[in-house]
């Protein structure tokens, strides 16, 4: 049996159980396994670490263990912003998304906010990792064994449990909110939602709505319209919190 030390720093330390948080720990294994292997197998999804440091050296996935080493990993700290040379894919210029199956109204928010969000309430985690892929999408995930997959590139565990609390802190860990572009999405199926003359959609309607509102927006794909109501305005002044909160 080999051992090397291992350092997990900032959020990935989220990953760890609690009495092994902060703190160098003793990783024992037979063979030599690879960093990645090494990494994920202490509960750590690949796709959550920018670099490795083995005994001070910058080290790819694909190194092996062979006993004795200091290893420290550090989690990326704003997906948008990788540096060359570190761990990981091309960085991503535009946010685009795809979520896991339980996800659902954390993709409504995402949406609504304006960003390009897949989902599916029948995805398998091989669709999701093949469009991820293919579209350039970020995961967003609760669940550790899409990430730890090989494949994936872009992944991204959500802490939170409570929608409310998942879309602060996906606007958060990707330094979204200047990007939001709220109503230029359609909630239902992510097309592109288009202003449009209220006597364009005056006939589909409910009176109250047509007496209240003068703007009037509309999906180009399914053809949803949408307004500025209340559900709308909870979403803005929700924002309005995130952008004064530190
Ligand atoms: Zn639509």
């Known amino acids: 049996m080999r051992s090397s030390q291992f350092r997990f720093y900032g959020q990935l330390n989220d990953f760890l159980p609690p009495a092994l948080r902060q703190r160098t720990v003793c990783y024992r294994y037979s063979g030599s396994p690879g960093l990645r292997d090494a990494i994920q197998s202490q509960g750590v999804p690949h796709t959550e670490v ?3 440091l083995v005994d001070g050296v910058a080290l790819g996935f694909d190194f092996n263990l062979s006993g004795g080493e200091r290893v420290s990993v550090y989690p ?3 997906a948008f912003e990788l540096q060359a040379g570190r761990l990981g894919p091309a960085p991503l210029t535009v946010p685009r998304f795809i979520l896991d199956v339980h996800l659902g109204k954390l993709c409504r928010y995402l949406r609504l906010l304006g960003f390009d969000t897949a989902y599916g309430n029948d995805f398998e985690d091989s669709h999701i990792i093949d469009r991820s892929l293919a579209e350039r999408r970020i995961i967003l995930t609760r669940d550790l064994g899409i990430l730890k997959q090989v494949r994936v590139q872009y992944g991204y565990f959500i802490r939170a449990t409570d929608p409310d609390c998942q879309i602060e802190e996906v606007l958060q860990a990707f330094e979204l909110m200047a990007r939001c572009r709220p109503l ?10 288009e202003q449009v003359a209220k006597s364009q959609v005056a006939s589909r309607l409910p009176d109250g709505t047509r007496r209240s509102y003068q703007l009037f927006y509309q999906c180009r794909t399914c ?4 307004w500025r109501g209340a559900h709308y305005a909870r979403l803005m002044q929700k924002l309005a919190r995130l952008r004064l909160s530190p």
Request: hydrophobic share 30%; charged share 25%.
């Open 50 to 52: 920018e670099l490795v």
């Open 76 to 78: 990326r700290f704003k």
């Open 184 to 193: 230029s999405r359609c909630i239902n199926c992510n097309g592109e939602v």
């Open 223 to 226: 053809g949803q319209v949408y």
